[in-house]
């Protein structure tokens, strides 16, 4: 059966283990969990340009962006290849997107990973577990459970940034000699002890960081109008990406470039699409911005405290002096962001329709 044939016999019939519905072009990970999915299980057919909100509609699939070269990519994660059938398709005088996939005879896997299909959702079936040491510090585990609740629904980009934060507490829980030796809530007075925690939190801010270029990349993808502004491209910029994804992926970097100088009220002021969320108040802004200047300490001036520092902590440091930061509270940050990326995508999901996994 042709598919333009076959999507015509099936569309708005209820989502089911062989049929899935997007109303906007979900990134190439996204698309590929999906159709790992369909070829490990019965087969199936995903269409994009549906909305579920309200009751199943054709929407449409905006042309702004190629759904055929995020399929390339998608496939290319894939191991090995399944057989699938895609192209554009017109129903109902409007564009959609469907994408075809076979039953694997051979199991397929995304970056090792394998999915199935379990009714309407996707699901890992060799999820990676987190065992903690038997008698190790309680709130590592206690704090592991709470961010493997926020997989309940997700975007890919938050998914990401939580898989990490579960890999650093895995470290930390390895690394107890190291990292806190007395107790989780005193300064370690082992000098490797004291690099790697400096590393550790770098490397919690840096993917809070990346999770909101991630984020600005889906929200880009799905609603192609607001990568329009009055900001000005290089030709350059533009000649040097391969195709349109590579670009809008540079593109939601170049706008961290404020936040990596520890502006976060310019980070919010020059990215409508994140403020309009509401979730990023003054408050949080001022705390986030005094984490960044942490970052910033230990990975410009190796923990030494500099006048700039100062002017966000005017109590209890002295110029020169070294900063120490402890476990409690790398975890205290660690729990806070997951928090306020779990708003973020929440409310990203909701206004922007992105895909997520449930």
Known sequence: MELQEQVSSII????????????????????AQIICSFANTNGGLLILGVSEIGGLKISGLSEDFRATSITHKAIDLLSPKPIIDYGYVQYDGKKLFAIKVEKSDNEISLEGKIFVRQGTK??????????????????????NVSIESYKAKTTDSKLK???????????????????????????????????????LFSSVVD????????????????????????????????????DIQEFITFWAKQKIGKLQKGSVKGFIADNKQIKDLNVITPVVQDAIEKIL????????????????????FPVGYSYGSEHQISIDEILDKIEYLSDIVDKIDSAAILKYSLSSIS
């Open 293 to 312: 200047q942490i970052r910033h300490l230990y990975s410009h001036r190796n923990g030494i405290v500099d006048d700039k520092f100062l002017k966000y």
């Open 12 to 31: 708005l019939q209820p989502e089911s283990e062989v049929l899935e519905y997007k109303a906007v072009l979900p990134p190439s990970k996204s698309i």
């Open 207 to 242: 993917n809070f960081e990346t999770y909101l270029s991630d984020i600005l990349f889906e929200i880009y993808l799905a609603k192609p109008e607001t990568l329009k502004s009055e900001q000005m491209v290089k030709v350059e910029d533009v000649l040097n990406c391969t």
């Open 122 to 143: 996707v699901a890992q079936i060799n999820p990676t577990t987190n065992i903690f040491q038997v008698g190790g510090y309680s709130r590592i585990a206690s704090l």
């Open 161 to 199: 940034l939580l898989e990490h934060y579960q890999s650093v507490l895995k470290m930390i829980d390895n690394l107890q000699p190291l990292l806190y030796p007395e107790s989780p809530g005193k300064f370690t007075s082992v000098k490797e002890g004291k690099v790697l925690s400096r590393i």
